[in-house]
């Protein structure tokens, strides 16, 4: 699983197949709390230590190596490698001997120190003394590598890798040789067999779009009424000559929303700088009014006054902008409901505060003046 976006799932299955060095995500420090297991059940995280991680992968998937210590020089294919444990997954590593004719194909993963890439068959002196130089296979036992950098064309850290030590040693080697050594090819995407269920290659190479007859549309008249979804609907159903709904219609002429994006890249760059050149032009406007009249202030004086205008008309208006874009219509309209509401209830209230009325009772006083107008 790539480490593109390191979380816990991804650490878990962070064994990938890709040769492509993307990101430094395994670079990163693995939290505590994902290294605890709760309960027995709990998948265990194998992550080495953050500084012993290794930075620049030079065996990846596809290549060709032997295990250090191994005594019969048995060559191996890289199925997958694991970046946060620094292991290497072999391909089919199944055990020898009469139990083993019968089992299931392995895959065993060894540490990366262990492996050593397969260079090539190379003219190389032979392990004893008295033997003759002969081809054989040829291993790196140091790999150096050029200056990595980032191509925009594959989106990867690109960079040549090479054998600065071989073992055994070849024959013509001199002091400061390396040997290329070429990354395994990519390999191609297979695609399923077709069946009847797809569309044939003829049918998508045929061209079936034939130019309408724009003639019908005058140019110097407005275009006519696009027409309803419901008109259409009507012209499918009820397939009568109709005057709203014209099915011969081109309909490239209702095309130019679809054509000229206003969200594309260059419609935004043009707005863009028509808001600019507005806004330079108000400063422009109020530079020269200040600068007209002075009224006893120097020159400098009246550019930082007009310059503080500037930025004031600038933010006002970017608020106003701001709220008209925040002033939908459902909000005005619900803005309006809560006004007519809070309207009719303020007129209950002094509805219910002018028919007031009290009845007589006892501890009741009468203001004075209220007893003299009795």
Known sequence: MSLRYLNMRTALGAATQSPATTNFNHL??????????RTRH?????SVRTQ????????????????????????????????LSNRVFLKNTTPSGKEAENAPPQTKNYHYSRCQLYVGEHMSLSKKRDDAPKIQPVFASRIGTSEPYWSYLRNRFVWKR???????????????????????PAVKRTYPAASPYDTAQEALQKITYQTPDFNRVSPTLPLPTLPAEKEYLDHIYNPTPS????????????????????HSRAKKMQRFKLRQSIIHAQLKDIMDFELANLEGRTSKQARSDAAFRWRELVKKQ??????????????????????????????RQRRRLTEL??????????????????
């Open 243 to 262: 005057r709203t709904y014209d099915a011969s219609a081109p309909f490239e002429v209702y095309l130019k929303p679809d054509l000229a994006n206003p």
């Open 162 to 184: 090479y054998a600065v030590a071989t073992t055994p040693r070849v024959l013509e080697w001199k002091t400061g040789d390396r040997i290329h050594v070429p990354w395994p």
């Open 318 to 347: 970017k608020a106003e902008r701001t709220k008209a874009r925040w002033m939908t219509a459902t909000r005005v309209e619900t803005w309006e409901k809560k006004n007519v509401n809070k309207a009719k209830k303020e007129e």
């Open 52 to 83: 012993d991680r290794i930075k620049w992968w030079n065996i990846v998937p596809g290549d060709q190596i032997r295990l250090r210590g191994d005594r019969e020089g048995t060559i191996h294919e890289v199925l997958s490698i694991n970046r």
């Open 357 to 374: 009325t009290l009845g007589e009772d006892q501890n009741q006083v009468i203001p004075a003046a209220l007893r003299a107008k009795n």
């Open 28 to 37: 990163r420090s693995i939290p505590r709390a994902w290294l605890i297991r």
């Open 42 to 46: 709990d998948p265990k995280l194998k």
